[in-house]
């Protein structure tokens, strides 16, 4: 992989909580800014519980960063009047990339689900309220969204998002390149073609990726997870042999056509730099 290949590298943060986040998020942006990337996007907590602080990342990346910033926005929970806001708010500062989701329902949640049940309505609302003013990201998922009745189902759902106005999809993160080019492979046969951009989680803690993995459904294979197991002990080993991994899990995605890679950072850049690294992507280093 060259540094001349035009890739859409992107980086994805959370809103930190302190104001020592603050600062780790601040150097951990700046350090991942050798990427290059084509935007930072900014995760937005379920039910809209991280709003302002995401709001708040998301100005201080648009403005100090030189890198587009990209804000999720989820509707779950929302009204059509809150989101207008929020997009009315995101014009103002400049924004002009959305990642457009339905979002999950808070723990414990028992109140209303919102005014918009599914995310290609919230597409659809985005297109009717600003026009062609965001470039619209949705998500898409390689081994199928763990509340989808078939895949039928899942790949139908997809498609109504990028009928409703997606320009581009980030799928969520997995561990087996064919899952990917399956999906792939199925929205060609759907007339669906916007770029899919591979979702990338590099593995820093094992227990801590089996959670994460438990709850959206992302599938470690057996393999996989019976030699991290093996690095329970050592962290430095159980992160180097992940770099391995996930680097040679990219270099297929690559080339086998991917546009991209949208990095899951967890607000660390150690990680996802040596991976970068290993591809070839780090530009001017």
């Given at each position: 992989?060259?540094?001349?290949?035009?890739?859409?590298?992107?980086?994805?943060?959370?809103?930190?909580?302190?104001?020592?986040?603050?600062?780790?998020?601040?150097?951990?942006?700046?350090?991942?800014?050798?990427?290059?990337?084509?935007?930072?996007?900014?995760?937005?907590?379920?039910?809209?519980?991280?709003?302002?602080?995401?709001?708040?990342?998301?100005?201080?990346?648009?403005?100090?960063?030189?890198?587009?910033?990209?804000?999720?926005?989820?509707?779950?929970?929302?009204?059509?009047?809150?989101?207008?806001?929020?997009?009315?708010?995101?014009?103002?500062?400049?924004?002009?990339?959305?990642v457009a989701l339905r979002g999950?329902?808070?723990?414990?949640?028992?109140?209303?689900?919102?005014?918009?049940?599914?995310?290609?309505?919230?597409?659809?609302?985005?297109?009717?309220?600003?026009?062609?003013?965001?470039?619209?990201?949705?998500?898409a998922y390689p081994e199928f969204?763990?509340?989808?009745?078939s895949t039928k189902a899942d790949?139908?759902?997809?498609?109504?998002?990028?009928?409703?106005?997606?320009?581009?999809?980030?799928?969520?993160?997995?561990?087996?390149?064919?899952?990917?080019?399956?999906?792939?492979?199925?929205?060609?046969?759907?007339?669906?073609?916007?770029?899919?951009?591979?979702?990338?989680?590099?593995?820093?803690?094992?227990?801590?990726?089996?959670?994460?993995?438990?709850?959206?459904?992302?599938?470690?294979?057996?393999?996989?997870?019976?030699?991290?197991?093996?690095?329970?002990?050592?962290?430095?080993?159980?992160?180097?042999?992940?770099?391995?991994?996930?680097?040679?899990?990219?270099?297929?995605?690559?080339?086998?056509?991917?546009?991209?890679?949208?990095?899951?950072?967890?607000?660390?850049?150690?990680?996802?730099?040596?991976?970068?690294?290993?591809?070839?992507?780090?530009?001017?280093?």
């Amino acid at each position: 992989m060259t540094t001349e290949q035009t890739l859409a590298i992107s980086c994805e943060f959370f809103p930190p909580r302190t104001d020592k986040g603050v600062l780790k998020l601040h150097q951990t942006r700046e350090q991942l800014q050798i990427l290059h990337p084509t935007f930072f996007s900014v995760t937005f907590g379920a039910g809209g519980s991280t709003q302002e602080k995401t709001f708040e990342t998301v100005k201080e990346i648009q403005k100090h960063s030189g890198f587009d910033a990209a804000p999720h926005l989820s509707c779950i929970g929302s009204t059509r009047e809150n989101i207008l806001k929020l997009l009315q708010d995101y014009q103002a500062h400049g924004i002009h990339r959305i990642v457009a989701l339905r979002g999950d329902k808070p723990s414990g949640w028992a109140g209303h689900l919102g005014e918009f049940r599914h995310a290609n309505e919230l597409v659809e609302f985005i297109r009717t309220e600003t026009g062609k003013h965001f470039f619209i990201e949705v998500a898409a998922y390689p081994e199928f969204h763990p509340e989808a009745h078939s895949t039928k189902a899942d790949l139908d759902f997809f498609k109504q998002k990028v009928q409703a106005g997606a320009d581009s999809a980030i799928t969520q993160y997995f561990y087996n390149a064919d899952a990917y080019f399956r999906l792939v492979d199925n929205c060609v046969e759907r007339d669906i073609d916007i770029p899919i951009v591979p979702g990338i989680m590099p593995i820093s803690n094992y227990e801590q990726l089996a959670r994460f993995s438990d709850t959206c459904g992302a599938e470690i294979p057996r393999w996989l997870r019976r030699r991290l197991k093996d690095f329970e002990d050592d962290k430095e080993g159980l992160q180097a042999f992940g770099v391995d991994v996930v680097t040679k899990l990219c270099e297929r995605l690559l080339e086998g056509g991917a546009p991209g890679l949208h990095f899951y950072t967890l607000n660390q850049a150690k990680l996802t730099l040596e991976i970068a690294t290993h591809l070839g992507l780090i530009v001017n280093a």
